[in-house]
């Protein structure tokens, strides 16, 4: 039997762009350390790393990976034979890029409080009366606007399906869509109430059987908040 790979994924203590490969990982029974940097240990660590950012990764004390997609995909074929299995390449990829098209849409919404500068925008403009009122109306817009359609394709590849890219069993396309999903459920986004996707009861019900599968028991509570 060949032996498991010495695995070791560093990402700060949120979900982010990582957690679609942690739950790669534990879905797939994979062990790994699931090593998570305080924010203020960043400034420090962020010139060591390849491109500035996280998340990174080592396998088998190997070199240093980057780029949270790329290691999605890697586990989802070395590390398991249902995350990414051959003859659903096409149905996992359309519904990830459906997923990415949703985030790509809601980023500026959500990065603006963040990175103003990235927007034409002074740094601090978040705290400002003028960037309050200016997110809130851009976080607010979005959700009538945007949320509802891409909800309702969501909803369309579910139909008669249990998963993303049909099938039995989750993919991969599941580990994107869940924590993107679930960041218009948690209610920790300012302006996001945590009922966002109750419009949307088949999508809240995809979470929840996602959630409930037995190697994520404990991981979040009920998959929606
Ligand atoms: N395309 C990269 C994006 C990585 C990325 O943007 N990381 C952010 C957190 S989500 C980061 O490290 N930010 C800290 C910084 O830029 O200083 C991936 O998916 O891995």
């Known amino acids: ?42 400034g420090e660590m962020k010139p ?20 949270s997609m790329a290691m999605l995909r890697w586990v989802g074929s070395s590390c398991s034979e249902t995350l990414y299995p051959r003859d659903k390449i096409f149905d996992i990829e359309e519904a990830i890029g459906l997923m990415e098209d949703l985030n790509k849409s809601w980023y500026p919404a959500f990065a603006i409080g963040m990175r103003p500068q990235n927007y034409g925008r002074p740094e601090g403009f978040g705290q400002t009366e003028e960037g309050k009122k200016i997110i809130k109306e851009m976080r607010e817009t979005w ?13 369309n590849k579910l139909e008669g399906n249990q998963w993303l890219a ?7 396309a599941d580990c994107v869509a869940v924590p993107i999903l679930r960041n218009f459920s948690r209610g920790h986004v ?4 945590a009922t966002a996707l109750d419009s949307h009861p ?15 028991k404990g991981r979040y509570n009920n998959g929606i908040h």
């Not at 300012?190 to 109430?193: L, W």
Request: net charge negative.
């Open 1 to 42: 039997m060949t032996p498991l790979p010495k695995i070791k994924l560093t990402y700060f203590d949120i979900e982010g762009v990582a957690e679609a490969v942690r739950l790669a990982l534990v879905l797939s029974n994979t062990p790994f350390e699931d090593d998570r940097v305080g924010f203020g240990d960043w």
């Open 48 to 67: 060591k790393t390849p491109y500035g950012c996280l998340p990174i990764m080592s396998v088998d004390d190997g070199p240093l990976r980057t780029q």
């Open 143 to 155: 959700f009538q606007n945007e949320l509802p359609r891409f909800l309702t394709y969501i909803e």
């Open 166 to 172: 049909g099938g039995e069993t989750p993919t991969i």
């Open 190 to 193: 300012d302006h996001v109430p």
């Open 202 to 216: 088949k999508v809240v019900d995809y979470i929840k059987r996602f959630c409930a599968q037995p190697q994520l």
